[in-house]
Structure formats: structure tokens, C-alpha cells
């Protein structure tokens, strides 16, 4: 008998505004371990505020968060979660530290004070570049890299700690379209092969939505969530949530090429 | 030459401080100089000035101040004006670099009115301003090394910490890193070392050992790690060229250091530009 997957990510009710605006309300969502959600909606429909929240970044006007059955308050494990932000290139690019050096940090967490790294950690670190096929440039500056491999970097080092749960909040802006689709295939890779469960923030919806096993459109609170392919079937949500207008760009930038 | 230093007690002092701060100052400079707050040795600086006039200015008055060294009262006021800068920050968001005019000029200012109201310009206030090789007392020098081992411990301990917030705040928030008592805990560290360093480099120059070998050493660091390794060498050949020349040739310690400071990053700088039109034959010959 198979077990039945188990809730990793719960919200109920949640409502968030800024000054008088809500960006959230009542919003509600679960995502089950194991499932690879892609979370689209137009700007401004407060998806990068939902990520926050449930990173607890911020705090909620009112509602629940749980992640991994704890509320978010009293959740402290940390290294269950991995974070790859919007913007790759957030960090200075003439910051002095090696690709080894970023991917360390994602163990200085679980670590926790007073303690360094052991050759175990190292090993871990290397094994994490393995994956996102980076380990060949271990000892290069991070400042040296292409955006595609920069990005592949972070993701190894929100893998290092080994989470249950990546979350990525855009992480393909400003990365050419074949870096972009390697991207996914990788994304595609560790949640098939290691059951990583996986929460994926795009724009681009012609693209995710080939990978991703379930969506989620957002604008406010949560309108429609199911399978990929209920939502490429339902011409009502891929023309609201920008389906068919990302899909037809693609074609034509296949054409063109 | 050198012999000269071991006769003299004040000499020998003036070469272990030498030896501690051009240690520690350039070691917590590479964060400062990463983190984009290298003015922030500055403005911290100049709120020192403002402790030790005010504490000349109270010595005029109050016979008990004289027995006690104004650079302790620098330091109190370096770490308060630390305190400032870290809430001003967070105050103007998008606009931090906003508080280091604030605090200098804030600084500069009260200084002013404390050194006229204290009779004015004297030796003493002289020796701070631009460092000098024989203010170092027994009791300076005991200070100096309390607050190297302080330093050297905590960078120890922190490193990774520190990197990491320097780095991404808030991927280091999210993994959990309590980010606002280290970066207290940073900012104290600084203007410890400050107040520590003015006695050899001097008030206007302290700066410049924080951030100049640490401008030096990313010329040549592979590593972050590097970067302290670097920072450190080139640290210590400025202060010890300047304690040994400031010396020997009657010069403020503080311009001599700060001026081998410069030379060397003049040659890391020439160095890499040799380094890459030699890759760019390389390239063209293939």
C-alpha cells in the first residue's frame, strides 16, 4: 500500500496588505511532498509576497502558515527548506568568493554557531555542484559565471542542506531561453529522481508549464489548482493567466531561429 | 636599524601595536569594503575625535579625567556612534550610505566646539589627528592587545556568519541567522579597532588602513578566505614600514603607512593589468 503523501506546505485564510492594499486575502493552498507546483499569476498578484510569507519573511495580517505540520512560528528547521531568489544577480558580482565558498554557505545554517565545516561538508558541497553540474568550476570566482551558471550555483547551494522543499521565485529571469530550459530540465530531474518537492514562481507559463505537475494561477488568493494538464486544457485559465500569449511568443521564437 | 626598537620600551610598544593593527584593522576592513560600508571606518573615526576632545575639554575642569586615557572616552563614543549608524541604516533603507555623512559631520562638528572650548589646537591633539611612535604606553599598548585577541577570536568564531550575511542577507535570514546582533556585534568590533588604531595611524588615516589592503588584496585573492591572508600581509608591510620610517626620519607614522598602503595597491593594480595583457597575447598567439 502506498503512503499517502504528506502536506508540507499548508495556508489557510491567509491575508497580507501593505499599508491599506491587500495583496493576499483569504488566500488558501496546500502543497503535497513530492509534487512539482508552478505558481503563476499577473504582476502584482502578490506571488512573490505569498513566497515571503511562507519563508516568513514577513508576517501575515491574519491567517495560518504551516510548513511540514508546524505552524510557521514555531517551525525552526530550516535546512527542510531552500530558497533560490528573483533576482540571480542580487549579490555584488565582483564579490571575491569562490563557487565552492557560495555553496559552503548553504551549510552554514544547519551548522549553526561555533562549528565549521568538516570534510564531510566539503563533500557534501562537491556533491551538490555534481548535481547541478557545476563542480568543474568549484574553485572559480562566482563573479566569472554566466547568469545560467550563477543561477545553477545558488540552486546547489539551496540543495546542499538537503531540503524537502525548493522554492524559486523566478529564477529564469534574465537567463537565455536554452540556459532557461536546462534549468528545468534540471528542476525536472530532482524532482523526479529525489522526490524534492518543488515550488516554482515563473512568468513564464508557456515554458513551466511543460514541467511542472501541478499549477496554481494566483491574483489575490488562489483561483484554480490542479494538474498541468487540466490547466493547458481549460482555455479559460490559459488565456487569464497569460497561457496562450507566452505559448505563441515561443513559437515564434522557435520560428525565428 | 631595527635593534633601535628593542632598546626602547616606547619603541617596542609602538611595533607591537604596529604589528596587532595591521592585523586586525585590514581583517575586518575586507567585510567592511565587501558589505559596500568602507566609509563607514570614517565617520566612525571622526566620532572618536569627538570622545577624546571632549574628554580634553572635561580634564580642564575635572582633575580626575587627566589620570585616565581620552581614548577611552574615543571609544565609547565610537561604539555609540556604531549604534547610530546601524539604526540610521535601517532608518533611510534604500539611502544607508546616508548615515555616514550624518554621523562624520555630526562628529566633526561637535569636536569643533569641544577642541575651542578646551583652549584650542595642542601636541596631544596633534598626535591623534595623524598618529604618532611615541604615544604608545604601557597601558595603550595592554588596551590594543585586548582588543586584537577580542577581534582575532570573534572573527574566528563568526567567519562564516559574517561572510554569509555580507554575502546574501537574506538568504542568511532565511537559513536562520540571527543578522541584526551580528551585525551589532560587527559594528562594535569596528569601532573597537578604530579607537584602538589611532594611536599609531591617527584619526584621519585610520580609514585608509582598513580599506586600502583590502583593495590591495583583491587584486590578488582566489578566495574570500584569501582575501583575509592578503589583507593582513599587506597591512603589515604598511605599519611596520611606517613605524620603522616615521621613526628614523621624524615623520607622522600615519602618512608613511597610509602612503605604502597606496604603493602597494598601485603595484597589485599594475600587476593585474600586466597579468591580463599577457593572457590577451596568449589569446591572440593561439
Given amino acids: 500500500m502506498m503512503a499517502k503523501a504528506s502536506t508540507i506546505v499548508e495556508v489557510n485564510n491567509l491575508t497580507y496588505q501593505y499599508t491599506d492594499r491587500p495583496v493576499l486575502q483569504n488566500l488558501n493552498l496546500s502543497i503535497e511532498e513530492g509534487s512539482f507546483l508552478g505558481l503563476v499569476g499577473p504582476n502584482g498578484s502578490g506571488k512573490s509576497t505569498l513566497i515571503k510569507c511562507i519563508l516568513g519573511l514577513i508576517k501575515p495580517q491574519a491567517g495560518k502558515l504551516s510548513l511540514f505540520g508546524s505552524e510557521l512560528h514555531r517551525f525552526d528547521d530550516w535546512s527542510k527548506v531552500g530558497y533560490v531568489s528573483q533576482r540571480a544577480n542580487r549579490f555584488n558580482a565582483g564579490f571575491p568568493a569562490t563557487v565552492f565558498e557560495v555553496v559552503s554557505m548553504g551549510l552554514f545554517g544547519q551548522l549553526g554557531l561555533f562549528r565549521f565545516m568538516k570534510r564531510n561538508d566539503r563533500n557534501k558541497v562537491m556533491q551538490a555542484l555534481k548535481t547541478v553540474e557545476m563542480d568543474a568550476y568549484a574553485k572559480q570566482p562566482i563573479g566569472k559565471l554566466s547568469g545560467g551558471q550563477q543561477q545553477r550555483v545558488l540552486i546547489a547551494r539551496a540543495l546542499v542542506s538537503e531540503p524537502t522543499l525548493l522554492i524559486l521565485d523566478e529564477p529564469t529571469v534574465g537567463i537565455d531561453a536554452t540556459s532557461a530550459r536546462r534549468f528545468y530540465d534540471l528542476l525536472r530531474k530532482l524532482n523526479q529522481d529525489q522526490g524534492l518537492t518543488l515550488l516554482l514562481v515563473s512568468h513564464d507559463v508557456g515554458t513551466m508549464t511543460k514541467y511542472v505537475t501541478n499549477v496554481a494561477c494566483l491574483n489575490k488568493s488562489i483561483h484554480f489548482h490542479g494538474t498541468a494538464h487540466e490547466f493547458e486544457t481549460n482555455p479559460n485559465l490559459s488565456s487569464l493567466y497569460g497561457y496562450d500569449v507566452q505559448h505563441i511568443i515561443h513559437e515564434h521564437e522557435e520560428i525565428a531561429k | ?286
Avoid: C
Fill in chain 2, 1 to 286: 636599524m631595527i635593534d633601535v626598537f628593542f632598546q626602547y620600551d616606547f619603541l617596542r610598544n609602538a611595533l607591537i601595536a604596529g604589528v596587532l593593527i595591521g592585523l586586525i584593522a585590514p581583517m575586518l576592513g575586507v567585510f567592511l569594503v565587501v558589505k559596500r560600508m568602507s566609509l563607514v571606518a570614517d565617520a566612525l573615526s571622526h566620532i572618536t575625535l569627538t570622545g577624546i576632545a571632549l574628554h580634553l575639554l572635561l580634564a580642564n575642569f575635572f582633575a580626575i579625567f587627566s589620570l585616565y586615557d581620552p581614548i577611552y572616552m574615543g571609544m565609547v563614543f565610537a561604539v555609540i556612534g556604531s549604534l547610530f549608524i546601524n539604526q540610521l541604516r535601517t532608518v533611510y533603507g534604500h539611502f544607508k550610505e546616508l548615515a555616514i555623512p550624518i554621523i562624520l559631520s555630526a562628529g566633526v562638528g561637535l569636536a569643533v566646539i569641544f577642541i575651542s572650548l578646551a583652549d584650542g589646537f595642542n601636541t596631544d591633539l596633534y598626535s591623534y589627528l595623524f598618529g604618532s611612535v611615541a604615544a604608545v604606553g604601557s597601558n595603550d599598548l595592554m588596551t590594543i592587545i585586548i582588543i586584537a585577541v577580542i577581534v582575532l577570536v570573534l572573527l574566528f568564531v563568526f567567519y562564516k556568519e559574517w561572510f554569509f550575511l555580507s554575502f546574501d542577507e537574506e538568504q542568511a535570514a532565511i537559513s536562520g541567522l540571527k543578522g541584526k546582533w551580528l551585525e551589532l556585534l560587527f559594528s562594535i568590533l569596528v569601532a573597537l579597532v578604530i579607537a584602538a588604531s589611532i594611536r599609531i595611524v591617527g584619526i584621519l588615516l585610520v580609514s585608509a588602513l582598513m580599506t586600502l589592503p583590502v583593495a590591495s588584496a583583491m587584486q590578488w585573492a582566489k578566495s574570500f578566505k584569501q582575501m583575509f591572508v592578503y589583507a593582513a600581509i599587506f597591512g603589515q608591510i604598511s605599519v611596520l614600514s611606517g613605524i620603522f620610517l616615521g621613526f628614523h626620519l621624524d615623520l607622522a607614522p600615519g602618512g608613511v603607512i597610509v602612503v605604502f598602503a597606496v604603493i602597494i595597491l598601485l603595484l597589485s593594480l599594475l600587476k593585474n593589468k600586466i597579468v591580463k595583457a599577457s593572457l590577451n597575447r596568449n589569446v591572440q598567439n593561439r
